[in-house]
């Protein structure tokens, strides 16, 4: 899928501001923005940050040209017309890698541009780590949940068709095997799969009534006896016993996807192997979230397909970052009105570790000062360069890159941040700011 | 906008399903796919069709070139890649109107074509039914709460950056009066709005400190007195002072987005009276939904801002909505396995009002028996025919139409069906099927 033009993608405000900024010395004052959450969703031990890879891409594609210049001169001066036309981001961003674990008030994009210039970007920066992190994060837990087991995410048809290429990125940055989008697959690479719908099986009814194994034998013919047959259309123990009738135990998997999974999946097993197909795996899906995927640990699941809760974020169908300004020509801002605390000046972030490798605390410390130490514990430096010039960098990590790092990361973590349980974040937060 | 390819916005099983029914004689047996929900999120009275507009749209766009059957080449054979190389859906599609109410079982979209042909749809017209419907009918409830006042849309930072174009355009399908989304505004005519972000005002620190007159006074030279200046940045007292004192009486609008909005409201309502500006209207934002939206109905609030609660459907980010094969060939089918019912047989349906207008059931019956007729009611057809011959009809409604179709709706809701408590569905659907 091509990028197309972005620069609508974003709020109005943006746009007046420029235009009342470009009026003054503000326009060009040398800024700094920065992106957090304030908080993690309700009980979630940790975050993930995805959508930095999709954010560079867009931002190339973030210039005015004529038909997005027709829009915005219906409420701005020509001046600032003028000066969108000419727009390309030309400042510098830093920021945790994708697939990094982020906490609140972890830094994890920096902009740093004049005024204009940096606040233009607010809302496409937002959008996409918003979305995406949300996702990413969702997905993590599953993952972690299935520990062994894989996932494919099937939840295209739950959420924006768009949104949903983006949602099967970020799970298989977060570990998700496979993804049904066919999208996701050419634009990101990701591994793709299927099984079959009820409809396929509904569809070989006659005039006589229903036919699954006729079913099963057109699924077989087209995609060989490796496919995956969908056995609960009817009756599941009549579904299984017409699969591996029309397939032999060479079948390789059967999905369900109602009832009590549980103990379909027991009976299913059972069955499988009874009539002498012990290597014809179970895919469930149905309803699956996190806890749900937990709940079948026991069980004997091969594999989970899972949709709704990982594109909706399982609760959290946003992370609740925001983009602030923190710093106006080296001179620390923030807003002081009543709930809603942040701190002014430019930001880094670190984590310190044990020996052992797990992580004891997220240290939010000055940009301008060196990465702190803490004894007997290693620090490791979280922001990598991104664009500088208004180009992103070379040899930035990959998706496949964020995948393993994330994978890493969540090993680093106190056994308890790993738990689905909800409870305060992982580590704390320290800031070392004085 | 313009639309890009969609072929690929679905899930890969829907393409081995192709590939699998074309060597049967099933592949072009005559289907009818349905659309529907087996019930309304957590508690919510009704929901709004929204999304079938864009539907259409990226209907046309749904065609298989050479790029998309590069990728689906390497899991289909290529008998099935020459089918999908002159794929054009060629059947027929009815529906409710965007704008139209559903209930529990209402079949809001109805496909009728071959297998293969209907089958190959399904996953696109989930993603854009689902997510579209879930914004207009958390929307809508909000547009309910808010009464007279205008809500503006100000979410897009907070969901996919293209699911925030679509957002926008499902909340003015709900009422809400403005976006903050520049891509909607130039996509669908909805009307933009905007104020400013606490950052514009934080840009005007200087060596010397804050400058919150300066920042009021370069807003006001760019964009009017008519604009809306955010005061809480640093104290609302003083800064609804400086607002007045900068802009003169003639002020368009205060901004506070944050704190007890309600208390805020009442002391800035009086200050902007006592300081002569009884005109300057005020507008609240931050975390609003429909439950904060009617908990300010007593206070002196003019306009809302809402963001993350509308984009993300209030807690119902999806509308759960599926589609069914029911029938094949004249013949009904139905998946028989457990929890998850569904009716066989192609359906309509009609919706029951009594003579004020007051709606009193949702029927569904046979779509090839008549109308239904009820005593003493007045029934309408709900079911409008969208596309014939895989072109949409002439004249369809606009989105202004099912702007005002969903107002007048909401009119004919029994007066429970308004409210925001959780509850049964607003009217109860009765299946006359036999």
Redesign the interface.
């Known amino acids: 899928?091509?990028i197309?033009?972005?620069a609508?993608?974003?709020?109005?405000?943006?746009?007046?501001?420029v235009?009342?900024?470009?009026?003054?010395p503000?326009a060009h004052?040398q800024?700094t923005?920065e992106v957090f959450a304030r908080r993690l969703p309700d009980g979630r031990r940790y975050g993930v940050v995805a959508g930095t890879g999709r954010l560079l891409d867009?931002l190339e594609h973030f210039r005015f040209g004529d038909?997005?210049l027709a829009?915005?001169s219906r409420?701005l001066?020509p001046d600032t017309v003028d000066w969108l036309r000419e727009y390309r981001f030309g400042g510098e961003i830093d920021g945790y890698r994708e697939g990094e674990l982020y906490f609140p008030g972890s830094p994890i994009l920096t902009v740093r541009a004049g005024?204009a210039e940096g606040?233009l970007l607010?809302?496409?920066v937002?959008?996409?780590l918003?979305?995406?992190s949300a996702i990413a994060s969702a997905a993590a837990r599953m993952v972690s949940a299935a520990g062994v087991r894989p996932i494919i995410e099937?939840g295209?048809?739950?959420?924006?068709?768009?949104?949903?290429?983006?949602s099967a990125r970020a799970a298989y940055l977060a570990g998700v095997a496979a993804t049904?989008?066919?999208?996701a697959?050419?634009t990101y690479g990701v591994p793709?799969?299927?099984?079959?719908?009820?409809?396929?099986t509904?569809?070989?009814?006659?005039?006589d009534g229903?036919d699954e194994k006729?079913a099963f034998a057109?699924?077989i013919?087209?995609?060989g006896v490796g496919?995956t047959l969908l056995v609960?259309?009817?009756?599941?123990t009549q579904g299984v016993a017409n699969a591996i009738e029309v397939a032999g135990p060479e079948l390789g998997a059967v999905r369900i996807?109602?009832?009590d999974l549980g103990v379909l999946a027991r009976k299913v097993r059972e069955q499988l192997d009874d009539l002498g197909a012990p290597d014809t795996k179970i895919v469930v899906s149905g309803d699956l979230d996190e806890y749900a995927i937990a709940s079948l640990r026991a069980e004997p699941v091969d594999t989970y397909g899972v949709g709704?809760s990982l594109?909706?974020?399982s609760g959290a169908?946003?992370a609740?970052m925001v983009?602030?300004?923190v710093e106006?020509?080296g001179?620390p801002?923030?807003?002081?009105?009543?709930?809603?605390e942040s701190r002014g000046g430019a930001k880094s972030a670190a984590r310190a570790a044990r020996a052992t490798g797990t992580i004891v605390e997220e240290i939010v410390y000055r940009a301008a000062e060196p990465v702190p130490t803490v004894d007997g514990l290693r620090v490791r430096p979280l922001q990598i360069p991104l664009v500088r010039d208004g180009t992103p960098v070379a040899d930035l990590p990959t998706l496949e890159d964020g995948r393993r790092h994330l994978a890493d990361a969540l090993v680093s973590l106190p056994w308890e941040g790993l738990g689905l349980s909800h409870g305060d974040p992982a580590v704390p937060t320290r800031y070392q700011l004085s």
């Open positions: 899928m091509s197309q033009n972005t609508l993608l974003t709020d109005q405000y943006e746009l007046t501001m235009a009342a900024a470009l009026r003054q503000v004052r800024c923005f867009e038909d997005e829009v915005v409420f001066d005024f606040v607010e809302t496409l937002l959008s996409i918003n979305h995406d099937m295209s048809r739950r959420t924006h068709e768009r949104a949903a290429v983006a049904s989008n066919l999208e697959a050419r793709s799969a299927g099984t079959a719908a009820h409809a396929f509904l569809g070989f009814t006659g005039p229903p006729a057109a699924q013919e087209a995609l496919t609960d259309t009817y009756d599941i996807d109602s009832g709704t594109v909706t974020g169908p946003t609740g983009y602030k300004l106006v020509d001179v801002v923030a807003k002081r009105a009543s709930h809603k």
